[in-house]
């Protein structure tokens, strides 16, 4: 009897194994995340700006931006990214893979073609990596990623927090970056 059950739940979990996230799942498990996180932090943005302005919302996003990202990871089961060919926070930068990608939507955006809402790979691993490309949709975001007016309060403050920042001088429809979801087979 114990030689039976070791071996249905052996039969059971090679199944489970065996039968990886398909891509329709990954593409809906993807992009409820990557809404969620652009909801959150679109939305967290939005209020700073209204209430304190570019600096301390600078401040806010500098503080909070990763950890809020960590929390949709955790509230929608994947793990998540935001990665960019000028990043702003050193932990954003791409690389391997992921920078191909960015460089591939670069040309298309260059040659005027649109992008794609999403692509979806699958590693050797198992798990699918949903990319969603992030534009500069919103003039609002040229406050903080735009042509930003030398030696004011906010150049000095992204300065200082940033040293090796590379995320100014975009223009509206610029590709600004990906976020990038892991989901697990
Ligand atoms: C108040 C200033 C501010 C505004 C407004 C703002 N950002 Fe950012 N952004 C930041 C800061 C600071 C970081 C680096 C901290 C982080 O998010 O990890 C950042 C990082 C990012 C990143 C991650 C890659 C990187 O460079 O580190 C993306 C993508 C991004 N912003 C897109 C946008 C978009 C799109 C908008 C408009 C909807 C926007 N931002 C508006 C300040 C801002």
């Known amino acids: 009897m114990k030689i039976f059950s070791v071996?249905?739940?052996?039969?059971?979990?090679?199944?489970?194994?065996?039968?990886?996230?398909?891509d329709e799942d990954a593409i809906a498990k993807g992009s409820t995340a990557s809404a969620a996180l652009l909801q959150k932090l679109g939305g967290e943005v939005k209020s700073n700006m209204q209430s304190n302005g570019p600096v301390k919302t600078l401040e806010f996003c500098a503080l909070n931006a990763l950890s809020l990202t960590d929390q949709v990871a955790r509230e929608t089961g994947t793990q998540i990214k935001r990665l960019s060919l000028k990043n702003r926070n050193p932990v954003n930068s791409a690389?391997?893979?992921?920078?191909?990608?960015?460089?591939?939507?670069?040309?298309m955006v260059q040659n005027g073609r649109s992008l794609p809402s999403h692509e979806v790979k699958k590693q050797p691993n198992?798990?699918?990596v949903y990319y969603k490309p992030l534009l500069?949709?919103?003039?609002?975001?040229?406050?903080?990623?735009?042509?930003?007016?030398?030696?004011?309060?906010?150049?000095?403050?992204?300065?200082?927090?940033?040293?090796?920042?590379?995320?100014?001088?975009?223009?509206?429809?610029?590709?600004?970056?990906m976020v990038k979801v892991d989901i697990a087979k």
């Open 136 to 177: 500069i949709n919103n003039e609002a975001c040229l406050k903080c990623h735009g042509d930003i007016a030398p030696d004011t309060p906010l150049a000095k403050a992204i300065k200082s927090t940033y040293p090796e920042d590379k995320a100014v001088g975009y223009k509206m429809g610029d590709l600004r970056g």
């Open 7 to 22: 071996i249905t739940l052996t039969l059971t979990s090679s199944l489970l194994v065996a039968s990886p996230v398909s």
């Open 95 to 107: 690389a391997g893979e992921d920078k191909e990608l960015l460089e591939k939507w670069e040309k």
């Open 126 to 128: 198992g798990t699918t």
